[in-house]
């Protein structure tokens, strides 16, 4: 194992009927003046936001709403959002939603104290020094950024698809009451639950050995997502498998499972091109690449594809040829996907074949390597782009 150091200051809050205690958290937490930031209507429809602002009114919390962030959320409302913070002095960011409202609010509060342009910490040329505090009330399972330090923006010119990290962006508290959760339709279900899944793949493939603490926790969630999220697809009211799902999709992203490992994120890279290019669904584009990317690079280390065959997917061990095992262990999880409604192929998803070269130069490797399992050219990238465009069960 690596020497690391971990920081997860965020408070969660969980259980039912958690969002009326969202006025009482944000004075904890010292705010006075908020920006009330959600999507495109869903939390508005379920009284969702209302509740919220109940609570807010409570506490004497004054409030300023921006609604209409998109999935895949863009650079447009963060401008909106910096200017308004500034001319209204508001100190504190609420998100009240997923993964794309919780990150267009992390990129205001990096913004909002910043000379400059807050796209400079997502192009890599600064790094955040100060961000006002973020909350959450988190309506879907699935990015993790209620627990994380991440953000990720679509900048439109140019459809640039990038992220940025900070101890800063974690929120202070989040909000988790998975009744929020039963509202999703069975496609945005599945789409979490793929992203769910992916953090703990790009944490479990790793160089690093003696690790079994981390692959054991990294083990317990993907079980814990294979059992469950067939469960609520059939029965989308079934609270306490949502309230599994929910606190893997946290325990997944807070990065417990990823500590003293080398993790990989490649397939993050790749998978991005294509949300920003299609404005597909993140985990709908995860789906299509993970088990490409697995495809690609088993070969690198088939024991550890082997085991997470044996301890996941409950394959029988090949001990004449692992890489039997290993293969198996794949096609175990492109089924499983499949089987809960996500795309397997460029087809399916509405992605296209023709698109890989412009795919691989907006990913923007020129001639280095990327990736900490295994170090990928833009030829490898563009070969598991191929890979998925052809994909079959
Ligand atoms: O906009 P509304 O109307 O609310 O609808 C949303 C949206 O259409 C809907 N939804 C959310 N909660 C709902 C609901 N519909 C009914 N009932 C509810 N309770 O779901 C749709 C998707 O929402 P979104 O916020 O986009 O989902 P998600 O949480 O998957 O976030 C995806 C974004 O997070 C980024 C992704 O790249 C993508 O841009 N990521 C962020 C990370 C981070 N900050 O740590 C890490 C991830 O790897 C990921 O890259
Ligand atoms: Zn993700």
Sequence with gaps: MENFQFYSPTEFVFGKDAEMQTGRYIKKYGGTRVLLVYGGGSAVRSGLIARVKKSLAAEGIACTEMGGVKPNPRDDLVYAGIEKCRAEHLDFLLAVGGGSVIDTSKAIAAGVPYPGDFWDFYAGKAD?????????????????????????????????????????????????????TCSLPAYQTACGATDI?????????????????????????????????????????????????????????????????????????????????????????????????????????????????????????????????????????????????????????????EDIPKLVETFGIGDGRTGGFVALSADDIAEIYRIAAHAAL
């Design 197 to 353: 899944m992916a953090h703990v793949f790009e944490r479990y493939f790793t160089n690093t050995t003696e690790v079994e603490i981390t692959d054991r926790l990294c083990e317990a969630v993907l079980l814990t997502m294979i059992r469950e999220t067939p469960r609520v697809i059939a029965q989308p009211d079934l609270y306490d498998a949502r309230a599994n799902i929910m606190w893997a999709g946290t325990v997944a992203h807070t990065n417990i499972c990823g500590v003293g490992r080398a993790q990989d994120w490649n397939s993050h890279g790749i998978e991005h091109e294509l949300s920003a290019r299609y404005d597909c669904a993140h985990g709908a584009g995860l789906a299509v690449i993970m088990p490409a990317w697995m495809e690609f690079v088993c070969t690198h280390n088939v024991m550890r594809f082997a085991q997470m065959a044996v301890r996941v997917w409950g394959c029988e061990m090949d001990f004449a040829q692992p890489e039997n095992t290993a293969r198996a262990g794949i096609r175990c999880f492109r089924q499983f996907l499949h089987s809960i409604g996500m795309p397997i192929n460029f087809a399916e998803l509405g992605a296209k074949e």
């Design 128 to 180: 955040i020094g100060a961000a006002l505090p973020v909350g959450t009330v988190l309506t879907i399972a699935a990015a993790g950024s209620e627990g994380s330090g991440d953000s990720v923006i679509t900048k439109m010119e140019g459809g640039l698809k990038r992220g940025t990290g900070s101890d800063l962006l974690r929120p202070r508290f989040s909000i988790m009451n998975p009744a929020l």
